[in-house]
C-alpha cells in the first residue's frame, strides 16, 4: 500500500517552487537516470512525473501545473518522502515562499523551510488532531477558521490533486 504526500504552498501565492521544465532538469540533475514523463492534461492532473529509486524502491514524484504544488507517492514511508521535500524545497529557496509537507489526508503537516533537512523533516510532523493548522496558521486560510473542512481524495495513479488542494479557490 502506497502513501501520497503533497508539498504546496499552505495558502494563496504568487510565488511558484519551480515550472515544469526546472522541475525535470533538476531532478534528472539530482537523480541520474531517473525515469522521467510529460504529459498535457487538465489543470487538475499532473503535467511531469519522475520516478527516484531510494533504496531499491521507485517513487512517483508528480509536478503540477500550477508550479506551486508536488505530490510524492512511496510505499515506503517518510524516510524517502522527507528526502524528496528537502529538494523540492532546495529548487525554490526563497524564504518567502512558504511551503508545507502534508499528508494525503491533511492530518499532519511539516513547514519546509529554506535548508531544511530530511532528518529534520522527519521529526518535525505536526499532527492536527492537537494543533488545528486554520487557527494557529490563519493567515495561509481564506476562509474563516474552523469553517473550511478539506475533504481529501487521495491522489490517483495518474497523479490528480487531492479534491481539497484543487477546490481550494487558486
Known amino acids: ?3 501520497k504526500y503533497t508539498i504546496l504552498p499552505p495558502g494563496p501565492t504568487d510565488l511558484i517552487i519551480a515550472d515544469r521544465d526546472t522541475f525535470i532538469t533538476a531532478a534528472q540533475q539530482h537523480w541520474p537516470g531517473c525515469r522521467t514523463f510529460l504529459a498535457s492534461h487538465g489543470p487538475h492532473d ?3 512525473d519522475v520516478f527516484p529509486i531510494f533504496d531499491g524502491e521507485e517513487l512517483e514524484v508528480c509536478h503540477f501545473p500550477d508550479n506551486q504544488t508536488i505530490g510524492v507517492d512511496a510505499l515506503s514511508g517518510t524516510t524517502a518522502v522527507a528526502e524528496v521535500a528537502a529538494w523540492v524545497r532546495s529548487l525554490n529557496p526563497d524564504p518567502n515562499l512558504a511551503l508545507w509537507l502534508t499528508d494525503d489526508f491533511f492530518q499532519n503537516h511539516v513547514v519546509l523551510t529554506p535548508g531544511i533537512t530530511p532528518e529534520q523533516i522527519n521529526t518535525s510532523w505536526v499532527n492536527h488532531a492537537e494543533h ?3 487557527t494557529e496558521y ?6 474563516a477558521p474552523g469553517v473550511f473542512t478539506p475533504q481529501p481524495q487521495p491522489a490517483t495513479k495518474t497523479g490528480r490533486l487531492p479534491h481539497w488542494i ?5
Not at 490563519?138 to 476562509?143: R, S
Not at 484543487?166 to 487558486?170: P, V
Open 138 to 143: 490563519p493567515q495561509y486560510f481564506t476562509d
Open 166 to 170: 484543487s477546490g481550494r479557490g487558486r
Open 132 to 134: 488545528n493548522p486554520m
Open 1 to 3: 500500500m502506497s502513501a
Open 46 to 48: 499532473s503535467d511531469a
